[in-house]
């Protein structure tokens, strides 16, 4: 019976030991997206309050997205991103595939918030007034922002051991966090240009 029991604590703790082993965040990596994600949405507010309705919906070509739309796209896209680090959280961490992930989270920052390479956003990320105002995409997307920080600040998941495919490589949960942050960025870069068109409105 004791011998029973003895095997029985040992499984027991076993058990306990590997679900304990599920890798979270380091403070360092907690601390670093959340800057990120922090620093980034005060810039962007910062940088269209007071904007004018003019300034708002300026398009410096009939092809070239307003600051409006900028918005509402990194809004939309906020959402629809955050989705992958949600779905990947239903499958169990793997870090056999941490092999796959070729990119350093300095790379990814770097690679997205560089606008020099522009590419065609999807469909579903275009802006068609999904928020009905300039103001309802401000809105979502500050909205959206700040559950996400709480989220890194509160998650105890394993996201380096989660992934996702994109179709410039692997990226493990984690740097999808950090993709997100450098995508509104990239768009936050996109603003300063048509602030900057020599067409831009004075007020």
Request: charged share 25%.
């Amino acid at each position: 019976m004791r011998k029973y029991v003895f095997l029985l604590s040992t499984i027991t703790l076993f058990m306990a030991l590997n679900l304990g082993a599920q890798n979270t965040l380091t403070n360092a990596e907690r601390e670093s997206a959340i800057n990120h994600l922090t620093e980034s949405l005060a810039d962007i507010e910062k940088t269209v309050h007071g904007l004018s309705e003019a300034q708002l919906n300026f398009k410096a070509s009939d092809e070239a997205w307003s600051i409006a739309e900028c918005i509402e796209h990194i809004a939309i896209s906020e959402t629809a991103l955050f989705g992958i680090v949600e779905g990947s959280l239903q499958n169990e961490p793997d870090s056999s595939l941490r092999g796959e992930v070729k990119m350093t989270d300095e790379q990814i920052v770097g690679f997205i918030e560089d606008r020099s390479t522009r590419v065609k956003t999807q469909q579903p990320f275009e802006p068609t007034n999904k928020f009905e105002s300039y103001e309802g995409s401000l809105k979502a997307f500050s909205t959206k922002r700040a559950e996400n920080i709480k989220f890194v600040k509160t998650s105890e998941e394993d996201l380096r051991n989660r992934y996702f495919d994109f179709p410039f490589g692997k990226l493990d949960s984690y740097q999808v966090v950090l993709f997100i942050s450098g995508h509104s960025i990239r768009h936050l870069k996109q603003i300063k240009e048509v602030m900057a068109n020599e067409g831009f409105p004075k007020s």
